[in-house]
C-alpha cells in the first residue's frame, strides 16, 4: 500500500487581495507561509518519497515550507527537466542523494488560468459583470472566463498528467505528495474519487488542509482525519 497527499497552497499575497490569480506568479502571503508550515507539521509522520508541484512559485514555496518541519533529515530537491540545471545540478555522493527527495514541477498541475480576469478584484468584477456571471466564469464546468479555461480544461490537462507520471510511483509503492492549487486538485480529486462534472463544481478544497489518499490494488481510499 502507498499514499497520495494532495496540499493545496497557502493564502498567496493576491488572494489576500482578493485578486483572480491564475497563472501570473506571486508568492505566499505571510498567513500562507503559517499555513503551508502547519501543514507540514500535520504530514510529518508521513515518509515522503516524491514530490510533484506546479511550476508557479506559491506551489513550490507551499511543497518546501512544508517540508522544511519535518524531522527525517531529508532534504527536497527540485529536478530540472532542462537548461543547465538538468546537467550540472547532478549529486556525486550517494549518501548526499540518498538523503534527498526528488520533486518535479509540471504546469499540467498549475493553476486555472483565467484569462483577462488576472489581476482583477473579485469583488469589483461582480459589481461589473454582476454576480451570477461571475459566478458561472468560477464555479461552472464548461464556462470559460474571457480567453482563459474553463473547470473542464483544466481537468484535461491536469487528469492525463496524473494519471501518467504520478498513479505510476502509486503503484511502484512510493509514497507522493502533490502541492497545487484549488482547480488542479480538483481535478486529481474528480479522477480519484470518480466524481461528476457536477460534482466537482461543488468540492471545495481548504488551503493548507492536507488530503489523504491510500492506494491499493488499484483503487484508492481516502482518510478521513489528518
Known amino acids: 500500500m502507498s499514499y497520495v497527499i494532495l496540499l493545496r497552497h497557502g493564502e498567496s499575497m493576491w488572494n489576500k487581495k482578493n485578486l483572480f490569480t491564475g ?30 508541484c506546479s511550476t508557479l512559485i506559491r506551489g513550490i514555496m507551499t511543497a518546501m515550507l512544508a517540508m522544511s518541519v519535518r524531522t527525517d533529515g531529508k532534504t527536497p530537491v527540485i529536478r530540472h527537466q532542462e537548461g543547465n540545471l538538468a546537467a550540472w545540478a ?62 473542464e480544461m483544466t481537468t484535461k490537462r491536469t487528469i492525463p498528467y496524473f494519471e501518467a507520471a504520478i498513479v505510476p510511483q502509486l503503484e511502484s509503492g512510493k509514497n507522493v505528495l502533490i502541492s497545487a492549487h484549488g482547480n488542479s486538485l480538483r481535478a486529481c480529486v474528480k479522477d480519484i474519487e470518480g466524481l461528476t462534472d457536477d460534482q466537482v463544481v461543488s468540492l471545495e478544497i481548504a488551503t493548507g488542509d492536507p488530503l489523504i489518499y491510500e492506494y491499493a490494488d488499484g483503487r484508492f481510499t481516502r482518510k478521513k482525519h489528518v
Do not use: H
Open 90 to 151: 547532478a549529486i556525486y555522493s550517494e549518501k548526499a542523494a540518498a538523503e534527498t527527495i526528488p520533486v518535479f514541477c509540471n504546469d499540467a498541475l498549475n493553476e486555472r488560468m483565467y484569462g483577462k480576469l488576472q489581476g482583477l478584484n473579485k469583488r469589483e468584477t461582480m459589481d461589473t459583470y454582476g454576480e451570477e456571471q461571475v459566478k458561472l466564469w468560477r464555479r461552472s464546468f464548461r464556462t470559460e472566463p474571457p480567453e482563459g479555461e474553463s473547470l
Open 23 to 52: 497563472w501570473v506568479d506571486v508568492p505566499l502571503s505571510e498567513k500562507g507561509i503559517a499555513e503551508s508550515i502547519e501543514a507540514g507539521r500535520r504530514i510529518a509522520g508521513y515518509p515522503i518519497d516524491i514530490i510533484f
